[in-house]
Structures are given as C-alpha cells and as structure tokens.
C-alpha cells in the first residue's frame, strides 16, 4: 500500500469537487490526453513541452515527475492524503478504480481516479509533526514515504484516526533543517508550529480568551462567559467604549479535536436571538464538517465561521494590538523571507 499526496489546487479551489465527487484529478490546465497511451515518461515531457511552450525545461520535468505516476504507478488500495486549505484538515481517501482519461471533459479535469474517503476532515494537529512536514510539500502531486508515513497512517486508520501524539507532548521548536524537505512550504509549517503551541498552551477555556484578545484588539467591548455552562455563548462583543455599538456578536468557541457539525452550528443562531445580537461568529478550531459551508448560504449576513486558518490570520493581523499580558502567552515574532517560486512546482 503505496500513500500518495495529491492536492485540489493551490488554493483548495477544488476541494469541494474531489470530497462531493468522491473523485481525485490531475489539474493542470489544457492537459487533454489520454496518458495511459504514453508509453515513457519520456514522451509526457515532449508532449507538456508542446502545450507549454513558455516553461522552462525543470518546470516540465518536475512536471511529468508528479503526473506521470498518477497515471502509471498509483494502484487501486493506495491511499491519498488531501490537506486542505479551506481549514486545517486533511482527507484521507482509499483509491478504488483505475486510472481514468475524458479527454472531452472540463478543463482541468482531464485524468481522474475514483476514491473512497475513510478520514474526513482529521485535525492537522492529529499528525506528528514530522508527518505535517511532508504533507507541507509544494508538490501537487507526489508519494509520501518519509518517516514510515505508510506504516504510521496504517496505525492511525486502525484507530479511528485518533491523535498520534498529545498536543502536551509538542515543543513548539523551530525543527532542524534535516528535518524539513527542499521543497517543504515553509509558511505552512511555521503555521503548523504555532497552531501545536495554541493547542498546547490555550486548551478549552484558553482558546476563548485568545479569541476575546483578539476581538479586543480588533476594537470590541467584550464579555467573556466563565468557564463552565455558558448558555449559548462563550463572548458577547460589540462596538464603541462601553460595547453598545453594532456589529453586536455572539461568539461560540470550540476546542475539541472534532469538526463541528450543522446543528451544532443552528445553536448559535438561536443564541443570536436570545442575546439580541445582531450576527454570530463560531470558532471551531478543528473546522467543520464538509456540508457546514455549503449549507450556511442562507445565514451569510448573519454567522461567520473561524477555523484555525481564519483564527491564525486574525491572530496575525491584530498581535501588534494584544495586551501584553496575552503576548507573554503566546510570544510570536514577525520574520520575512523570500517567496517560493510555485509556478515550476505546481
């Protein structure tokens, strides 16, 4: 059983297709041919060289090195690991048909393998780090042998897909550099690394004070429930010095290692009411179920929904605001660095 890493574009543009369709694709653009019919790896390069004339000869053959093996190597019973970006979740599918050409189909969505999704929506932080590392690859398309993934995820399947590791037992320490892969998206492990320091320092009740921190700095007056029952809200919070301004939000914070599904979702809409605010905003930090998004389009001026990836922006974007007694909690520093090239790496 051979794990291959395959994402749905590099901004999770479509993940939805791949989860509701229960269908893993190649998606490079204009790329409509049948590649069971190629015989070497050889021939895929001379064929992207002609479609792609403006890239360069790395950028092809890195090319051919993630598309060629979906076609020729991936083999029904291998798994696929799918990280989205939509929130910090992975998918994890059993592939279940072979490989399958629609020349005539819709562009991008040329080549395809059908899959069968046993994990959905597992908690990065479910993974060791070292695992998180790999799966922090550039790559769209690769295999996943680093670090005896396949006989780690084989573990963790039969488990139920319950953590590795404690969120205690992580140090939030800056990994070796033999540790990381080359072609490692930096960026996403730095925040890999914050969200382990999160978990570890602000369990339960702590996330609900970074989130007050944060709404704090964003300009809001706060009421933050006390730890225990909360009667349908964790924070209250609105606008001007005394809180009396609109926006008016009643905030429900979630910490458990589970995404949160609809109904749970529908209780706070009716805390909006019972509170007399005006929107609503649920913070899960291990996201939600895959039909929450889809199915809140009728509620969108009325409930926003933060999963890790909007708390961590937040987080990012009003720090220079937190009081200092919450810094000293969570002691981040800002760093620049050069931007990956992704255009040959797809």
């Known amino acids: ?69 979906f076609a020729h190597e991936i083999q029904k019973g291998d798994l696929v690991v799918l990280p989205l970006k939509t929130q910090p979740a992975i998918y994890i599918g059993e592939v279940t048909s072979d490989y399958h050409a629609e020349t005539d189909g819709m562009n991008p969505f040329y080549h395809w393998r059908a899959v069968k999704w046993i994990g959905e929506a597992i908690p990065r932080a479910n993974f060791g780090k070292d695992l998180l590392y790999t799966f922090g690859a550039f790559m769209t398309i690769c295999r996943v042998q680093r670090n005896n993934a396949e006989r780690r995820i084989a573990s963790m399947r039969a488990n139920g897909w319950k953590p590795e590791i404690t969120a205690a037992a992580i140090k939030a320490s800056v990994p070796a550099n033999d540790e990381i892969a080359e072609d490692s998206n930096l960026e996403e492990l730095v925040h890999d690394q914050i969200a382990q320091l999160i978990a570890s320092r602000f369990k339960g009740h702590g996330l609900t004070r970074l989130v007050e921190a944060i709404l704090k700095a964003q300009g809001y007056t706060t009421y933050l429930s006390p730890e225990g029952a909360d009667g349908g809200a964790d924070i209250l919070a609105g606008t ?60 969108f001026f009325r409930v926003r929904l933060w999963t890790q990836k909007e708390l961590l922006e937040q987080l990012f974007a009003n720090y220079d605001r937190l009081d200092e007694e919450m810094k000293a909690e969570l002691p981040l520093k800002r760093v620049w660095m050069i931007a990956a090239q992704e255009s040959e790496l797809r």
């Not at 749905?8 to 993940?15: I, K, L, T, V």
């Not at 792609?52 to 092809?60: S, V």
């Open 1 to 69: 059983m051979a794990i291959w890493l395959i994402r749905a574009g590099s901004h999770g543009e479509h993940e939805q297709k791949f989860i509701q369709g229960n269908r893993v694709y190649v998606t490079w653009d204009n790329l409509n041919v049948n590649l069971a019919k190629l015989q070497q790896r050889a021939d895929l390069g001379a064929l992207m060289a002609e479609r792609y004339p403006d890239a360069k000869p790395r950028a092809i053959q890195n090319w051919v090195s993630q598309v060629w093996p």
């Open 240 to 299: 001007g010095a005394l809180g009396f301004g609109s926006p008016r939000l009643c905030v429900e914070v979630k910490s458990e290692d589970t995404p949160i599904d609809r109904p749970t979702v529908d209780k706070l809409l009716g805390a909006v009411s019972k509170f007399g605010a005006g929107e609503g905003l649920f913070v899960s930090w291990s996201g939600f179920k895959s039909n929450v998004q889809k199915e809140l389009a009728a509620s």
